[in-house]
């Protein structure tokens, strides 16, 4: 079985955090995005990986040659940003006629992957949302048969947003849409969807059915990161009785994420805070934030916040978002 994740976007919602560092390696609940992504898929049996790179590529691929030195995988370079059809239908030589499931780079989800991927017909992911225009939504019938996918409708027919995860037994029939689609035309933003090769399958016959997520967690802004992170590490500390270490003259408000070598002084740290490596923290308030590896905070209250790695922040605030690389005095 292969997972193909495309990974090849440039984040702009969570700029500046993503003009040096891929959305996809994002510190979450002291993973990234991508490994929660990865170790889900591992976890059901998924042996391959085909990664789809772009922008940061190089950066995507240090890490996981560096966090997964046994993984299985193909990286295949997005040049063009031309959408997630696009993305796709490179992968077509790397995946052969093979069953996938598909998980888009930016997206989290609570389901029985292992259930998905023993179903006996091809399934598309869904969740109930409000306002369903903008995503792509899955029309069904009674029975969860998926009738039509139709991208962003300015009239929805349906509520079912479609989460991002797809896992496709018609492979050849899937490329074949792809390559149908990119070679007829582009959407009229200039990318090509996935979710147009999709209905094609559906117009030519082949049966989808959905299944319904018990959590979605969709990654690409600042404040959905933000509950992504409090949600997955109230999780992790139900899951497993975690010991943090204990830091001169400070407290610790469970639940947090702090990585190895941070240097931690006379602080408030939590709930709700993932600290990456070798991280100095002094005199500082934080809760509800994310804040990268060998950054630097002195005198600092943050809150609802991301602050990128190797940043340095002294003085006082109340939420940030700031990238890699960036020194801010706010004294």
């Given at each position: 079985m292969k997972a193909i994740i495309p990974v090849a976007g440039a984040g702009t919602k969570l700029r500046p955090l993503t003009y040096t560092q891929p959305k996809a390696l994002i510190p979450l609940a002291g993973k990234t995005i991508l490994s929660v992504i990865v170790d889900q898929l591992l976890d059901a049996g998924v042996t391959e990986f085909v990664f789809v790179i772009g922008y940061l590529g190089e950066k995507i691929q240090r890490y996981i040659a560096k966090t997964y030195p046994k993984l299985s995988y193909t990286l295949i370079t997005q040049n063009d940003r031309r959408g997630t059809g696009h993305a796709i239908w490179l992968t077509k030589d790397a995946v052969g006629d093979e069953e996938v499931i598909i998980v888009l780079g930016d997206t989290v989800c609570d389901y029985n992957v292992k259930s998905i991927l023993n179903s006996n017909t091809s399934e598309i992911g869904v969740r109930k949302v409000d306002d369903p225009r903008s995503f792509g939504v899955a029309e069904l019938d009674d029975k969860d048969v998926v009738m039509r996918v139709v991208e962003k409708p300015l009239i929805p027919k349906s509520n079912m947003a479609m989460v991002g995860v797809y896992y496709i037994k018609e492979?050849?029939?899937?490329?074949?849409?792809?390559?149908?689609?990119?070679?007829?035309?582009?959407?009229?933003?200039?990318?090509?969807?996935?979710?147009?090769?999709?209905?094609?399958?559906?117009?030519?016959?082949?049966?989808?059915?959905?299944?319904r997520v018990n959590n979605w967690f969709d990654c690409g802004k600042k404040e959905s990161l933000l509950s992504t992170n409090a949600i997955l590490l109230k999780q992790m500390a139900e899951d497993s009785k975690q010991k943090i270490p204990s830091y001169e003259g400070t407290v610790i408000i469970p639940p947090?994420?702090?990585?190895?070598?941070?240097?931690?002084?006379?602080?408030?740290?939590?709930?709700?805070?993932?600290?990456?490596?070798?991280?100095?923290?002094?005199?500082?308030?934080?809760?509800?934030?994310?804040?990268?590896?060998?950054?630097?905070?002195?005198?600092?209250?943050?809150?609802?916040s991301i602050i990128g790695s190797d940043a340095y922040v002294r003085g006082l605030s109340q939420s940030l978002n700031i990238g890699d690389n960036t020194e801010i005095d706010l004294g």
């Open positions: 492979t050849q029939a899937l490329y074949s849409a792809l390559s149908k689609h990119l070679h007829d035309r582009t959407d009229e933003d200039g990318e090509y969807h996935l979710t147009s090769a999709l209905e094609q399958m559906i117009e030519n016959g082949i049966k989808f059915k959905a299944f947090v994420s702090i990585a190895d070598g941070c240097n931690i002084q006379h602080s408030i740290i939590g709930p709700n805070v993932t600290i990456g490596e070798h991280t100095t923290i002094h005199s500082s308030i934080i809760k509800d934030s994310i804040i990268g590896a060998y950054a630097e905070l002195e005198e600092v209250v943050l809150n609802n």
